[in-house]
């Protein structure tokens, strides 16, 4: 039997992405996520439900998202589940299901003085589009140039 294991979120992060490196100098990033769902109920009602999850990116992703993001603003994210057990200080097993991001996409605009993005759609910046992930080539949605050279001080946010 065939297994896959992918998963794709659109999502506002719910704090500042936390940097650290392992004790081989390897960067990791961890960011939570919200995603709502909104529907009417048989009701009439509208109803909204909020999905939080916790997501790790690892290497140059790391860095990228914890340079340019910050709390409120929007996130693409593509990657898998991942599962981890150990035991808790007072020896309980515990575990978490989380996000292992392998590739994601800025959305919404530049950051203002305000805060956050603006809404979903908006052009990704350079450094995410050249981003390596995986060692395979991200695809491009079609009408979007990430040709050119733009250096990290001139990127406005």
């Keep these: 039997m ?3 294991n992918k998963v794709i979120l659109i999502g506002n992060l719910t704090r500042d992405p936390q940097l650290r ?5 390897a ?10 769902r909104q529907w009417t109920g048989q009701d009439g009602q509208k109803r909204e439900e909020v999905c939080f999850v916790n997501c790790t990116a690892w290497g140059r992703q790391a860095e990228t998202i914890q340079k340019y993001l910050s709390k409120g603003q929007p996130i693409f994210i593509e990657g898998r589940l991942t599962f981890s057990q150990w035991d808790g200080p007072d020896g309980k097993k515990r575990s978490k299901l989380e996000v292992t991001i392998e590739r994601f996409q800025f959305l919404g605009g530049p950051r203002t003085g305000g805060g956050g993005g603006t809404a979903a759609g908006g ?3 350079p450094d995410t589009a050249r981003q390596e992930t995986s060692g395979e080539q991200e695809q491009k949605p079609p009408g979007y140039d990430f040709n050119q050279d733009v250096g990290d001080d001139t990127i406005p946010f």
Excluded: F
Aim: hydrophobic residues 45%; aromatic residues 10%.
């Design 2 to 4: 065939a297994n896959y």
């Design 123 to 125: 052009a990704a910046s």
């Design 21 to 25: 490196y392992t004790p081989s100098q």
């Design 27 to 36: 960067a990791v990033c961890d960011v939570g996520l919200a995603v709502n």
